[in-house]
């Protein structure tokens, strides 16, 4: 059996070792301490810069309507609801319309609870399934205002709106000169086709897309296409007669005409000094060079019935080169046989807008209380909701609050809305 073999007695550090180790350890925790503090330090740093500078903006007021809050965040994810992945879009009117669009909804939310009326969530959440929209709070809300407006039409607003009112059967045509009325009223007084006429010549789109057959209308309807007086005469018309030529002075019409004068034209520079007025008929445009031809002064003339912007102050007179002025003014201008001094002719341009022109109009029927059709019905109600939302916007109680967004913050919010 062999001999165990004898342990080695355990040696005891002496108080020199302790001392040493005792200070090897505090060193090593001063260490450990230091790091943890120094990574402490680190990702609280880390901590604060994204707090202030990206968590704590996005959850400031941006606007407040009423008691209703909207933080910065909401205010961001509305901005990329309305842009979408378009980085151009993001731009401060963007921002702008968004603002009023938020204020818009709320204040339409806030009064339509007041008569009774709200969106549930299963209405939203179908709405957006079948749009296929995401099912965020910025397209929830936007979808809910949609739904709450259409609510408001045909629960509320279709109640307001009568279902029948005095009506008048119209056909109207809007002509460029008396001259070329009276024109007209002779042949239509000879039995040509109004609607043919109206189709071929009307120079107002609504009349000439109907061929000059308005239909029955309401007062009411008349007046948002056509200018007060207009309307006065048809429901004071008789019925079956046709007008004599009726002025109308504020209606717009697509046709123009231009009288030139070439004062001096440089060949070698490529521009011209001219004269120039855009009249609206080629009846007035005759009538104004044949005073022109009698020594009449340009500038008078232009000031007078010119319907250039700032005639007022240049009289007319223009220093262009090619391509600066309307296509026909150009060609008579810059055209080598147009010598200096040459008055132009009557030039015709259909693609400026002049004002002034009159009607010829035929009152066909009347009926004091026919039945509204559905899109007259429905334009009233549009216009009768456009008038209470005003009314939300003017009334004092409504307290509406933007002015947290000043121009920095718009486009802070315009930077994170186009980074996604």
Do not use: C
């Not at 000169?177 to 010549?201: H, P």
């Not at 048809?234 to 002075?249: K, R």
């Not at 123009?256 to 070698?268: A, F, I, P, Q, S």
């Amino acid at each position: 059996m062999a001999k165990k073999k004898a342990a080695k007695p355990q040696r005891l550090p002496t108080k020199r070792q302790l001392s040493r180790w005792e200070q090897e350890r505090k060193r090593q925790r001063i260490i450990l301490g230091v790091g943890i503090f120094i990574i402490v330090a680190v990702l609280s740093i880390i901590g604060t810069g994204w707090y202030l500078g990206q968590y704590q903006p996005m959850q400031q007021t941006a606007i407040k309507v009423n008691d209703t809050e909207f933080s910065m965040k909401y205010f961001v994810e509305m901005l990329k609801a309305h842009g979408g992945d378009q980085p151009a879009a993001y731009t401060l009117s963007l921002a702008d319309m968004v603002i009023k669009n938020i204020e818009q909804h709320e204040l339409v939310r806030q009064q339509a609870l007041e008569l009774g009326l709200s969106v549930s969530d299963e209405e939203v959440i179908k709405e957006l399934k079948k749009a296929g929209l995401p099912d965020g709070e910025a397209y929830r809300d936007l979808v809910e205002n949609q739904l709450l407006v259409d609510k408001l039409l045909e629960e509320y607003f279709d109640q307001q709106v009568p279902v029948t009112a005095e009506q008048r059967h119209v056909m109207a045509m809007l002509l460029e000169s008396e001259t070329q009325a009276n024109e007209v009223r002779a042949r239509l007084e000879g039995g040509e086709s109004f609607t043919e006429l109206a189709g071929e010549l009307s120079l107002e789109p609504f009349s000439k897309s109907k061929q000059g057959d308005l239909g029955w209308h309401p007062r009411e309807i008349l007046n948002e296409w056509l200018n007060a007086p207009m309307v006065d005469y048809i429901f004071s018309a008789e019925v079956g007669a046709l007008s004599q030529p009726v002025y109308d002075e504020e209606v717009s019409k697509s046709i123009g005409y231009w009288v030139v004068r070439v004062v001096e034209r440089n060949e070698e520079e490529e521009e011209a000094h001219i004269q120039l007025m855009l009249l609206g008929s080629e009846a007035l445009a005759q009538e104004i060079i044949s005073r022109l031809e009698a020594g009449e002064d340009f500038g008078t003339l232009a000031k007078e019935f010119s319907q250039l912007k700032g005639v007022e102050e240049n009289e007319g007179e223009y220093e262009i080169g090619p391509g600066m002025t309307s296509p026909p003014v150009d060609a008579f201008v810059f055209d080598p046989e147009t010598e200096p001094q040459t008055l132009s002719e009557p030039i015709r341009d259909s693609d400026v807008t002049t004002e002034g022109g009159y009607w010829l109009i035929k009152v066909v029927a009347e009926d004091k209380d026919r039945k509204l059709d559905k899109d007259d019905r429905d334009l009233l109600k549009a216009k009768a909701f456009n008038e209470w939302l005003s009314s939300l916007w003017d009334d004092p109680q409504n307290q509406v609050d933007d002015s947290y967004l000043d121009l920095e913050k718009k486009s802070w919010a315009l930077q994170r809305a186009r980074r996604g």
